[in-house]
């Protein structure tokens, strides 16, 4: 008699866990992971819907509109209860950024679904409209066409005045000694002017080729009904005009520029830095020889011959890069490399000094004892970052050509990190851990610091600075050309939209990894802030 209590106790309990199992069976499913952008900071109250996938493929009047939805936390976290058991389709929405599907199975145990959304395209639709008056200087007259100096880098023609006039009609071609044929006169009878004055050759009619086709801002050219205001000429006017006035010489600078990110260049190889060195040596030869062709007036020649020297000591640096490139190709060491590079990047270096000191100081000075100093003569810096050229930034640079023209990439760790994060104009520091009021104004910046914590140079190392805002988030990036080992550089974010105002949001900032990283725990960081009016 007292075993019967025992067995009915035992097949309540049998009873009791096998409804427990079935009650679990039929218990919510969970789904858990965290959202994230491309640069890998947290994606806040973005929308997680689950759906299942008979409801889904059903009609709208067989299933209810969802089956669960959450929003991920201000960590980019989210927790997903569904109701039972089965297939789902799981979508992850933000403004900004592409929608998402993915297919999960519900069973008896979690999921973890880690997302990284993606940047949408966001569709725009810019209307250009422009009358006559909002451009003057490009209005043209009856019987003259306009040929911008923009409009002709985008054809296969020339950028000489006469390759422009060849263009127009009543240009019928060439005469003796080459000259234009225009409106039906002889060749030699056309007028050439620039800036409203003379520039014919005198004994053929011809046009003087001593201007610098850079400063060109347009070209006109009249064939019929010429303005009374011109005379000395039967068949057409060619005027060309030229650019307002700058402090630098453009085309120069740009060879020296397009040198820097050439040599900064991830990935690049022997083969192709070899390349395209030789094409701007022969842009470099170009201006020379513009700057030979040059019709100076007496007083300037002693300046403008050493702006001529200071030009050609580009040239003879650039030869000698490329000379010593591929004198080192086959060699193992990377100092000895470095150091003959470096001689031969001196030249360009001392170019800029020829310049200044030999070429626009002593213009200036002539141009002020003739009472002409509203004149600027142009400045011309070539290398405007030194250390780029110094022994060990190119043994450097030599190193990580040479990994790369073997398919690898230079020994030993690559890495960076980001050091801080300044507001700007203040310049307080922001933390992880502590929440920042930040007074917003037209002066509003920031300051991110990298550092370069690996044991190789670092080029072209991108920085990206994010702030969430609906309906888009605001995101600027920024590049540092070149970290050497164990320094700090820093890139400055400006020009902010308004942000958003009076509620608890975040400064974003990542570094992207560089090639051969591999620990990217401090390559990021989220700062809380606030931003106010004042």
């Given at each position: 008699?007292?075993?019967?209590?025992?067995?009915?106790f035992?097949?309540?309990?049998?009873?009791?866990?096998?409804?427990?199992a079935l009650?679990?069976a039929?218990?919510?499913?969970?789904v858990?992971?965290r959202i994230?952008?491309?640069?890998?900071?947290?994606v806040?109250?973005a929308?997680?819907?689950?759906?299942?996938?008979n409801?889904?493929a059903g009609?709208?009047a067989?299933?209810?509109a969802?089956a669960?939805?959450a929003?991920s936390?201000?960590?980019?976290?989210y927790?997903l209860?569904?109701?039972?058991?089965?297939?789902?389709?799981?979508?992850?929405?933000?403004e900004?950024?592409?929608?998402?599907?993915?297919?999960?199975t519900i069973?008896?145990?979690?999921?973890?679904l880690?997302?990284?959304?993606e940047?949408?395209?966001?569709?725009q639709?810019i209307?250009v409209?422009?009358t006559p008056?909002?451009?003057?200087e490009?209005?043209?007259?009856?019987?003259?066409?306009?040929?911008?100096?923009?409009a002709?880098?985008?054809?296969?023609?020339?950028?000489?005045?006469?390759?422009?006039?060849?263009?127009?009609?009543?240009?019928s071609?060439r005469?003796?000694?080459?000259?234009?044929?225009?409106?039906?006169?002889?060749?030699?009878?056309?007028?050439?002017?620039v800036?409203?004055l003379?520039?014919n050759?005198?004994?053929?009619?011809?046009?003087r080729?001593?201007?610098?086709?850079?400063a060109?801002?347009?070209?006109?050219?009249?064939?019929?009904?010429?303005?009374?205001?011109y005379?000395?000429?039967?068949?057409?006017?060619?005027q060309?005009i030229t650019r307002s006035?700058?402090n630098?010489?453009?085309?120069?600078?740009?060879?020296?520029?397009?040198l820097?990110e050439?040599l900064t260049t991830?990935?690049?190889?022997?083969a192709?830095?070899?390349t395209?060195?030789?094409?701007l040596?022969q842009?470099?030869?170009?201006?020379?020889?513009?700057?030979?062709g040059l019709?100076?007036?007496g007083?300037?020649?002693?300046?403008?011959?050493?702006?001529?020297?200071?030009?050609?000591l580009?040239?003879?640096?650039?030869?000698?890069?490329?000379d010593?490139?591929?004198?080192?190709?086959?060699s193992k060491?990377?100092g000895?490399?470095g150091?003959?590079?470096s001689?031969?990047?001196?030249r360009?270096?001392?170019?800029d000094?020829?310049?200044q000191?030999?070429?626009q100081?002593?213009?200036?000075?002539?141009l002020?004892d003739?009472d002409?100093?509203?004149v600027?003569?142009?400045?011309?810096v070539?290398v405007?970052?030194?250390?780029?050229?110094s022994?060990?930034?190119?043994a450097?640079i030599?190193q990580?050509?040479?990994?790369?023209s073997?398919?690898?990439?230079a020994?030993?760790?690559?890495?960076?990190?980001?050091?801080?994060?300044k507001?700007?104009?203040?310049?307080?520091?922001?933390?992880p851990?502590?929440?920042?009021?930040i007074?917003s104004?037209?002066?509003l910046?920031?300051?991110?610091?990298?550092t370069?914590?690996?044991?190789?140079?670092?080029v072209?190392?991108?920085?990206?600075?994010?702030?969430?805002?609906?309906?888009?988030?605001?995101?600027?990036?920024a590049?540092?050309?070149l970290?050497?080992?164990g320094?700090?550089k820093?890139?400055t974010?400006k020009d902010?939209?308004d942000?958003?105002?009076?509620?608890?949001?975040?400064?974003?900032?990542?570094?992207k990894?560089?090639?051969?990283?591999?620990n990217?725990?401090?390559?990021?960081?989220?700062?809380?802030?606030?931003?106010?009016?004042?």
């Amino acid at each position: 008699m007292a075993r019967a209590p025992r067995a009915g106790f035992v097949s309540l309990c049998g009873l009791l866990i096998g409804l427990s199992a079935l009650v679990c069976a039929e218990g919510p499913g969970t789904v858990t992971g965290r959202i994230t952008d491309p640069s890998g900071l947290a994606v806040a109250n973005a929308s997680v819907t689950a759906v299942a996938v008979n409801q889904a493929a059903g009609t709208r009047a067989e299933r209810p509109a969802r089956a669960a939805s959450a929003r991920s936390d201000g960590n980019g976290s989210y927790t997903l209860k569904l109701p039972a058991s089965g297939e789902y389709r799981v979508a992850f929405e933000f403004e900004g950024f592409e929608r998402q599907e993915h297919a999960v199975t519900i069973g008896d145990d979690p999921i973890t679904l880690d997302v990284r959304l993606e940047l949408a395209a966001i569709p725009q639709t810019i209307r250009v409209t422009q009358t006559p008056a909002d451009n003057p200087e490009r209005e043209s007259k009856p019987g003259e066409v306009v040929f911008p100096a923009d409009a002709l880098d985008r054809v296969p023609v020339g950028r000489s005045p006469e390759r422009a006039a060849e263009m127009a009609p009543g240009v019928s071609g060439r005469g003796p000694n080459n000259a234009l044929v225009m409106a039906g006169a002889f060749s030699y009878g056309n007028l050439f002017l620039v800036d409203s004055l003379p520039a014919n050759e005198n004994t053929r009619g011809l046009s003087r080729p001593f201007f610098i086709q850079d400063a060109v801002l347009e070209t006109r050219v009249s064939t019929g009904a010429v303005p009374a205001e011109y005379g000395r000429f039967q068949g057409g006017v060619v005027q060309t005009i030229t650019r307002s006035g700058g402090n630098t010489v453009a085309g120069s600078i740009r060879i020296g520029k397009t040198l820097s990110e050439l040599l900064t260049t991830p990935g690049l190889k022997q083969a192709e830095l070899e390349t395209k060195l030789g094409g701007l040596i022969q842009q470099q030869q170009q201006q020379v020889q513009r700057a030979q062709g040059l019709d100076v007036p007496g007083l300037l020649r002693p300046a403008h011959d050493h702006a001529v020297e200071s030009l050609q000591l580009r040239v003879a640096g650039l030869q000698g890069l490329l000379d010593a490139f591929k004198a080192t190709k086959d060699s193992k060491d990377s100092g000895a490399a470095g150091e003959q590079l470096s001689a031969q990047a001196r030249r360009l270096e001392a170019s800029d000094v020829v310049w200044q000191d030999l070429f626009q100081r002593p213009a200036e000075s002539t141009l002020a004892d003739e009472d002409l100093s509203d004149v600027t003569v142009p400045q011309s810096v070539f290398v405007p970052t030194v250390e780029l050229y110094s022994s060990r930034s190119l043994a450097s640079i030599w190193q990580r050509i040479h990994g790369a023209s073997t398919g690898g990439t230079a020994s030993g760790l690559h890495g960076t990190g980001l050091a801080f994060t300044k507001v700007l104009p203040e310049g307080t520091q922001l933390s992880p851990s502590v929440e920042t009021t930040i007074t917003s104004s037209t002066d509003l910046g920031f300051e991110v610091g990298v550092t370069n914590t690996g044991e190789n140079q670092e080029v072209s190392i991108t920085v990206t600075l994010t702030i969430p805002k609906q309906p888009s988030p605001i995101v600027k990036k920024a590049t540092i050309d070149l970290i050497d080992v164990g320094e700090t550089k820093s890139v400055t974010f400006k020009d902010f939209p308004d942000p958003p105002f009076g509620e608890k949001t975040s400064v974003q900032v990542s570094v992207k990894p560089v090639q051969g990283e591999k620990n990217t725990a401090n390559n990021s960081a989220e700062y809380p802030v606030i931003f106010s009016l004042g």
